[in-house]
């Protein structure tokens, strides 16, 4: 199968084309790295993959979409270094998923930041911050903007310290870069928003100083983009221009793409093909307003898709006809015979989320023959799961 054999990511081997995809743990209360977090991935590493990604480490304390995610400082390193290892002595790569949140931010301490906040692309309206009276997104200023490269520079070198083996990039889902990148939410009339070429610019000098300060450091270094091949939101990035981003990061150096879809705030469950789980969201939603809101509209602007197996590929295939570097084929990969078919489709890697999730085994099992398929029922009651102690299947009893 040679979905199970070895790959070289820059320079980074890889023993097999098998990636974790970042998925929020819910396992760093306070925004402090646990033992379980360390437990998960290196269970996972034990599993058979060839790299896990840590989900979501914002690049600053302004960065987080909630108060229980991790910024990269100094003082996480420790700690991370202990997950890094872990991972390592099983035999798998690690990976950091840097990301910023800009406008998409129910964090409270938003309006403490010089200037406060929340800060995107444009003044849009703010749909996860209603409830903390974080109504409305302010235009980020110029010297905002001007100090973010920096910023993503200095948390991937945190996170090489911290003996990640790659960086991934956070460009899609609604994130801050995202953000710049969509035409629904950047709507800038400097040169950093219009034209195509001018959304692309700050999500290029980001990558362009953490190409730096990597290659400083550690040269050869891999850094991963995660992409959306569309935002599944009216007047947003359409593949067309999501084809073109491709090409763009390819001659900017970056060393593979994880492509992806959906805007966190709009449309979560565009990458989340399968249930809607209202009922389990808000039973452990800690807010009282947030949990009212989530009674009251989620059934209206939480949209339901249905689950396909390898439900980006078709979307997928046209960035592949348009770049020669390497590709991760996300979404519905559930079985030993998807893998492959995203390896004779031209798919260098494969990333696979919830049947990690139902089984960190699963590669392992692929490999050994006792697995086929997946038994996940894509109920994504995994997704509340995170906020009750940390992400997990519900198809499992949780541990004592």
Request: proline share 7%.
């Amino acid at each position: 199968m040679r979905a199970l054999t070895p790959f070289r990511l820059r320079g980074l081997e890889l023993r097999n084309r098998v990636i974790k995809t970042a998925t929020y743990e819910g396992m760093s209360p306070g925004g402090v790295p646990t033992p379980a977090l360390t437990e998960h991935h290196a269970a996972l590493a034990r599993g058979g993959v060839g790299m896990t990604t840590l989900a979501y480490v914002a690049v600053s304390a302004r960065g987080r979409t909630f108060a229980n995610q991790m910024a990269m400082s100094p003082e996480l390193v420790a700690p991370l270094r202990a997950l890094t290892d872990a991972v390592h002595r099983e035999g798998a790569a690690a990976s950091i998923q840097l990301a910023h949140c800009g406008g998409f931010s129910k964090l409270k301490a938003q309006r403490s930041f010089d200037p406060p906040g929340p800060l995107g692309p444009s003044r849009v309206l703010n749909r996860y911050g209603l409830m903390q009276g974080l109504v409305w997104v302010k235009a980020m200023p110029r010297e905002v903007i001007a100090g973010l490269p920096e910023t993503f520079a200095r948390a991937a070198g945190l996170a090489l310290d911290a003996g990640f083996d790659a960086i991934e990039l956070h460009l899609g889902h609604g994130y801050l870069l995202s953000q710049f990148l969509s035409p629904r939410t950047n709507k800038r009339r400097d040169d950093y928003g219009g034209s195509l070429q001018n959304r692309l610019r700050l999500p290029v000098e980001v990558l362009r100083a953490v190409r730096a300060a990597v290659e400083a450091r550690r040269p050869g270094t891999p850094i991963v983009c995660k992409t959306n091949l569309r935002d599944d939101l009216r007047g947003g990035l359409e593949l067309d221009e999501a084809v073109e981003i491709a090409r763009v990061l390819e001659r900017e150096g970056a060393d593979a793409l994880v492509l992806s879809g959906g805007f966190v705030s709009h449309s979560a469950f565009y990458l989340l093909r399968g249930d809607r789980p209202l009922k389990d969201m808000i039973a452990v939603e800690s807010d009282p307003k947030q949990r009212l809101a989530l009674r009251l509209l989620g059934p209206a602007v939480i949209e339901a898709h249905p689950f396909e197996e390898l439900f980006f590929l078709p979307l997928a295939r046209q960035v592949r006809a348009a770049v020669d570097m390497p590709l991760c084929l996300l979404g519905g990969v559930v079985s030993g015979a998807n893998m492959e078919q995203a390896m004779a489709e031209g798919f260098e890697l494969v990333a696979v989320g919830r049947a990690l999730l139902e089984n960190p085994n699963f590669v392992r099992d692929v490999a050994a023959g006792t697995v086929e398929r997946s038994p996940c029922t894509h109920c994504n009651r995994c997704v509340a799961e995170m906020d009750r102690g940390g992400v997990r299947c519900v198809l499992h009893p949780p541990p004592s």
